[in-house]
């Protein structure tokens, strides 16, 4: 079955560094654009990162612009979001989403910056 697992939150100081992956299997991985998503309590979800299936193009909303980036590891099924600068407004959880012929999620992982 399809299987999207996240990794790698935490809780970290403002200006610190984190690296989420998301474990993926059971559909063809690079077939699927990979994105990430997270949803701060109260809030609605927002796409933060996107790479297409043939990882030629990448997305970014502008408020992870230049502090965030997203990559894929296609031998190991594997995305990642490296996040640096994280400042208190990126707590949230965060989610993987395979978006092709069909669409999945991941259960989200915790993403919590704070001093």
């Known amino acids: 079955q399809v299987q999207l697992v996240e990794s790698g939150g935490g809780l970290v100081q403002p200006g610190g560094s984190l690296r989420l992956s998301c474990a993926a299997s059971?559909?063809?991985?690079?077939?699927?654009?990979m994105r990430w998503y997270r949803q701060a309590a109260g809030k609605e979800r927002e796409q933060v990162a996107g790479v297409s299936s043939v990882g030629s193009s990448t997305y970014y909303a502008d408020s992870v612009k230049g502090r965030f980036s997203i990559s894929t590891d296609n031998a190991k099924n594997t995305l990642y979001l490296q996040m640096n600068s994280l400042q208190p407004e990126d707590t949230a959880v965060y989610y993987c989403?395979?978006?092709?012929?069909?669409?999945?999620w991941g259960q989200g992982t915790q993403v919590t910056v704070s001093s």
């Open positions: 989403n395979a978006a092709g012929t069909r669409n999945y």
């Open positions: 059971g559909f063809t991985f690079n077939s699927y654009a």
